[in-house]
């Protein structure tokens, strides 16, 4: 049985990221993506300098494909990359008033959710806010104007936009680093205390060579559930050369994952032909390059 039939039956949704609306006219890919997963979400296309590039133009038909394939074969989609580490066009980049850049970005969140209001039914708000490796906040342009405080400001943004979908915060690495881990909670626990409208962390969870400690997620899950949030995984893939451990990572985190109560995981990408990877000759991916489901995929068809 597919993925999400057997997801659906426990409420739980199973999705893949990464999805480039042009994959969509290879057939192959289509079918198994409709057939497999009841979620989806964009690769880079709703990325500031993709889906907005100068002031007032919007290129609006990607996405729209998107959405429109979801609708198609009855998925939800989740929108990725209203602020993302990377893609801001120069007209943003060249707005130094921190009045007039919050004005931006009202405007983009704006455009963007009010499009999707009822398409999509939650939303990384903000992607990165930490460094890599842990050690403060992100230099980039939203801190650089308008100080830390851009966090907070694009989550009531948000939320004024889209009352009624879910609003994530989306990091890397925390399942893997306990300082970075500690950060993030901190950052989160204050906004909360702040009365911030935000809903979950979004854990990307690209796992190189090792999977987090067991317990991890247990413990993310508990402690963001005593303040009233909830914890997804949000672009899970296994970028190792090792056969073996790939299929154990997917099952371990998986079944973990579902024992501690998450309900929302998706991956980024399915296929290895068109995998996001910066590990020379990793596949890390539940489906093969034509198609066939991996060792990955039954580990993860059994946790589920
Ligand atoms: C990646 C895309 O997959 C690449 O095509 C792009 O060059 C860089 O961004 N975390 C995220 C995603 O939240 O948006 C990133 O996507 C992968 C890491």
Redesign the pocket.
Known sequence: TPLRNEASKKDILIGS??I?PIYLNDPEFAAVLANQFNSLSP??EM?WSFINPTKGHYNWDTLDHLVNFAEDNNMVVKG??LI????NPDFLLNITHPTAFHTAMKTHFEAIMHRYDGKMDRW?VV??ALKTQGGGLNNNTFYQVLGPGYIADAFRIARAAAPDAKLFI?E?LVESLPGKRQELYNLVSRLVAKGVPIDGIAL?M?ITEVAPKLGVITEMVSSYKALGLEVAI??MDVHTLDNAIETDTYGVVISEALDAGITDISF??FTDKHA?TWVPGAKPLMFDQSYKPKSEFYATHTAL
């Open positions: 990221g990464a480039n690769e880079n990325k990725h990359g993302s580490s990377c893609c990384d992607t990165e989306n890397n990307q690209h949000a672009e980024w990408g996001y």
